[in-house]
């Protein structure tokens, strides 16, 4: 069985939900931030060398990284559901935003996060980090204009795995201007599947 070592108000609820929605049975061991630094606790050193989450374990094979989860889970376990097929129109662009949403759009978000608690002294880099952030949702934001989710075939893990950026995105305010993401999240959380794997995961805030 899946054991996702789940730290709480992290990437790894992510990995619950697809869980949720491909209706694998999972096991969840709970870690949690510490109140001070608001970082992992040492424990998780123990699953993987990086001491972060998520990560799962399933039977001898301990997986990191939210976009090589998702990858395993779905070709493990998914049975054919929640990625397009190898040789179909949409197998590319799938693969591209498993990747794109920790390569590239969370990237922008991270650095505000970091600048932020450095006041005034972050001011030089606010400008390009702001415009970073614009450019990278505003192309999140054409992918999704006139369609429910990320691929024209549906829903998939591709959504999954971007979720996280929007999330975050909305926590910032910085969807005011980039309305498809944000009816996106509010059409993401409105799943049966999201809202189970928020009953077990516990609260999840990034506000």
Do not use: C
């Amino acid at each position: 069985m899946i054991t996702v070592h789940h730290l709480n108000n992290s990437r790894s609820q992510r990995i619950l939900w697809l869980l949720e929605e491909l209706e694998v049975p999972y096991q969840i061991k709970f870690y949690q931030r510490d109140a001070v630094t608001n970082l992992a606790p040492p424990e998780l050193k123990a699953v993987h060398p990086l001491g972060k989450s998520p990560v799962i374990t399933d039977g001898g094979t301990t997986i990191a990284e939210s976009g090589a989860i998702v990858d395993y889970i779905i070709r493990k376990h998914g049975a054919g559901r929640l990625a397009p097929a190898a040789n179909g129109a949409d197998h590319e662009t799938y693969l591209e935003w498993l990747h794109y949403a920790e390569g590239s759009g969370m990237l922008p978000l991270m650095l505000l996060l970091y600048t932020t608690r450095l006041g005034e002294a972050a001011a030089p880099l606010k400008g390009r980090i702001d415009s970073e952030i614009d450019n990278h949702l505003g192309y999140v934001n054409q992918a999704l204009a006139g369609r429910d989710y990320l691929l024209t075939q549906g829903f998939s893990g591709a959504d999954v795995q971007m979720s996280f950026v929007g999330e975050v995105a909305r926590a910032f305010g910085r969807l005011q201007k980039f309305p498809a993401i944000g009816a996106w999240v509010d059409r993401l959380h409105a799943r049966a599947a999201f809202k189970r794997a928020l009953e077990k995961g516990g609260a999840y805030n990034l506000a």
